[in-house]
């Protein structure tokens, strides 16, 4: 079980981002991830008139390795570490450390 998820709200702990929140759009491995509106990059790309894009300069989001970010915990308002917990029924589900509350609710 990862401890990052796709739609999580997380908040950036290093690097030229250091500081943004934003919820993860997708993991692209074990390592990386992406984050809106966090390390943009421009791309500049040619016109495609068989798929009607325009060319120009376009900018998106770059993949970001998941040892960046950390999950934002609401409760507190800043950055969490995230542990595992069996239930009674036997499934695993995601907490957060300082306030051992669940995460996926």
């Given at each position: 079980?990862?401890?990052i998820h796709k739609g999580d709200e997380v908040i950036v702990t290093t690097g030229r981002s250091k500081g943004h929140r934003g919820?993860?759009?997708?993991?692209?491995?074990?390592?990386?991830?992406l984050v809106e509106n966090v390390n943009m990059v421009k791309r500049h790309t040619k016109?495609?008139?068989a798929r009607n894009k325009p060319g120009g300069i376009v900018e998106k989001e770059?993949?970001?390795?998941?040892?960046n970010v950390a999950m934002f915990?609401?409760?507190t308002g800043k950055a969490d570490r995230i542990?595992?917990?069996s239930l009674e029924d036997g499934s695993k589900v995601r907490i957060f450390k300082s306030t051992g509350e669940a995460v996926d609710i």
């Amino acid at each position: 079980m990862k401890r990052i998820h796709k739609g999580d709200e997380v908040i950036v702990t290093t690097g030229r981002s250091k500081g943004h929140r934003g919820h993860v759009l997708q993991l692209l491995d074990d390592e990386r991830c992406l984050v809106e509106n966090v390390n943009m990059v421009k791309r500049h790309t040619k016109p495609d008139p068989a798929r009607n894009k325009p060319g120009g300069i376009v900018e998106k989001e770059g993949p970001i390795h998941v040892s960046n970010v950390a999950m934002f915990n609401p409760a507190t308002g800043k950055a969490d570490r995230i542990g595992y917990r069996s239930l009674e029924d036997g499934s695993k589900v995601r907490i957060f450390k300082s306030t051992g509350e669940a995460v996926d609710i």
